[in-house]
């Protein structure tokens, strides 16, 4: 235990802030890494995309829509593409009309147990594709090629000897598991004008009667990428699974079992009350991003869990219940062994209430939290600057975890909240310590547990896998520089505040006026929730000796 953080902690933390905002701002605005979406517009809304897609619908097969449900999507693979070789702007002036990046997917049922998908443009509602899943009769090719020729010309496609049609066999699902399929003709529609780089631009085609019409039932565009880039993105995809399953998976379930184990062990050094309240938020966090998430997981996917039936429903839900009920025990017990094994070694990372400067130190915390976090962003920018001239990073757009497809958009921040509580928690607070009992050095200890939270980003779709292992193994360390130096409460602050920047900006940037109001508040919430804090504690009386030695601790020496 020390004394208050000095003077020249303050100054210098926030000398260092300063410029890492400055670093950030700037990297932010000279960046190439991701594919450059457009953030002067906004989105139209759910219920403007719904309806259009729903007259569409009628208008092509004059099927009435029963159920809709709309969600943001991209196409991951090509905007990795373009972000990889800056093909951004010939996209733009070529294919945004034909392939927008960011695209609005409606899903729909019809009359007679039928589905689809409805394609629109994300910002302006303009139809590009759709996929309906019709059970139809196939046509003659030649009627086909009339239908698809008819169409493409009303959507100004370019017509002539250099556009071709080939047909190909596919399978049609007509289920979630895949128990109802088809084989039926599909038709590729391609332009030899229509290429950037080496990708090839085509629409992927059905043509089906359905009652007494002939119709278009599919209409989706894409791109045949390049065989050298695919091969290379599906290598990096297989080893993020490794850093997943293999890594933080494996590790995850090895500390949640040593965790309880430790809380038994370590019982006199702590009490088994600690880390209810802390378990208990995250649970209510947890239950709200799975439910959020929840139809949106299974939507991307082109099918409606509202109109799925009552096995796949509770297979479901059933799964929901087991992630959540196994993530309350990890933190819970992560909390009381982490606790035990940092006291017993002489520390006391995480104050009580009762504690005689315990508000002050959660006041404190909750400024050098706000500091750090914007310490780390300027740190993390400079490190995928290196990685992208060094290893050639690149992203995609991967909109699975998209504000738009968040069921309670307003309350997408409390996943940095989340994030916080049991990442600190798991693999700070216990990984570390425990570690640090068996090697005795904490920097040491930190590197285990570190790469197993570092493996468990891995599935964002940034390449190659291996650079958010490097840049998380760093970000990790400065988490647990702070826990160490300023205590549990801090470097909780600190992550809360993190991914809260993060995340507000995406907000106020292409979130509705809630959203915006709702990340403005949950940017100041580590300083109402400080602020409340320390007020209840500075109120209550005979919380300890005033006198008594104040937090946060030392750093330990090895």
């Not at 804090?533 to 750093?555: C, E, F, S």
Request: aromatic share 14%; charged share 15%.
């Amino acid at each position: 235990m020390v004394n208050n953080i000095s003077r020249k902690t303050w100054v210098t933390t926030s000398v260092l802030a300063i410029v890492a905002a400055i670093v950030f701002i700037v990297i932010q605005l000279i960046s190439g890494l991701s594919y450059d979406t457009d953030t002067t517009q906004r989105p139209i809304s759910k219920e403007a995309a719904i309806e259009k897609a729903t007259q569409f619908v009628i208008e092509q097969t004059g099927l009435s829509v029963t159920e809709a449900e709309a969600y943001h999507s991209s196409n991951k693979d090509y905007t990795g593409y373009l972000a990889k070789y800056k093909l951004n702007e010939e996209h733009k002036q070529k294919f945004e009309k034909y392939l927008p990046v960011d695209q609005y997917m409606i899903n729909v049922l019809f009359d007679g147990n039928n589905r689809g998908s409805v394609y629109l443009n994300l910002y302006t509602g303009e139809i590009i594709g759709w996929n309906f899943k019709l059970r139809g009769t196939q046509v003659e090719q030649a009627t086909a090629y009339e239908a698809l020729n008819n169409l493409l010309a009303e959507r100004n496609f370019p017509l002539g000897d250099k556009t071709h049609i080939d047909t190909y066999e596919q399978i049609e699902n007509f289920d979630i598991f895949g128990t109802e399929r088809v084989t039926t003709t599909g038709y590729y529609v391609s332009n030899d004008d229509l290429t950037i780089k080496d990708a090839v631009f085509q629409f992927d085609s059905s043509v089906i009667v359905y009652g007494d019409n002939v119709i278009v039932s599919k209409l989706m565009p894409d791109f045949i990428l390049p065989s050298d880039y695919v091969e290379l993105v599906e290598k990096q995809d297989m080893y993020a699974n490794i850093w997943t399953y293999g890594v933080y998976m494996a590790i995850t379930f090895v500390l949640g079992i040593l965790a309880i184990i430790y809380a038994v062990l370590y019982r006199r050094h702590t009490s088994f009350k600690f880390g209810i309240w802390l378990t208990v938020i995250a649970t209510i966090i947890s239950a709200i991003i799975n439910l959020g998430m929840m139809k949106s997981q299974l939507g991307l996917q082109g099918d409606m869990l509202s109109g799925s039936d009552l096995f796949t429903k509770a297979f479901f839900i059933a799964i929901i219940i087991v992630t959540i009920i196994a993530g309350t025990v990890s933190y819970y017990f992560s909390f009381v062994a982490g606790d035990g094994l940092w006291r017993a070694q002489g520390f006391q990372l995480w104050p009580r209430f009762r504690d005689a400067h315990y508000g002050k130190h959660v006041w404190d915390s909750m400024k050098i939290g706000y500091l750090m976090a914007i310490i780390g962003l300027g740190v993390q920018n400079v490190i995928f600057l290196i990685l992208t001239v060094t290893l050639g990073t690149w992203s995609a757009n991967d909109t699975s975890q998209s504000l738009l497809n968040f069921e309670f958009s307003w309350l997408y921040p409390a996943i940095a909240w989340f994030a916080a509580i049991t990442e600190e928690a798991v693999f700070r607070f216990f990984g570390v310590g425990i570690f640090r009992r068996w090697f005795k050095n904490t920097w040491i200890a930190a590197l285990i547990p570190t790469i197993a939270w570092a493996a468990g980003h891995t599935l964002y779709p940034l390449y190659p896998a291996s650079t958010r292992v490097i840049e998380l193994l760093i970000i990790g360390y400065l988490f647990t520089w702070v826990m160490i130096r300023f205590g549990l409460i801090a470097a909780m602050f600190m992550h809360a505040s993190f991914n809260t920047i993060l995340i507000g900006i995406s907000m106020i940037i292409s979130g509705t006026t809630g959203d915006v109001v709702s990340a403005c508040i949950f940017l100041v919430l580590p300083f109402i929730i400080a602020f409340v804090i320390k007020w209840l504690h500075d109120r209550k009386k005979n919380t300890g000796d005033a006198n008594g030695p104040q937090y946060p601790p030392v750093m330990p020496q090895q």
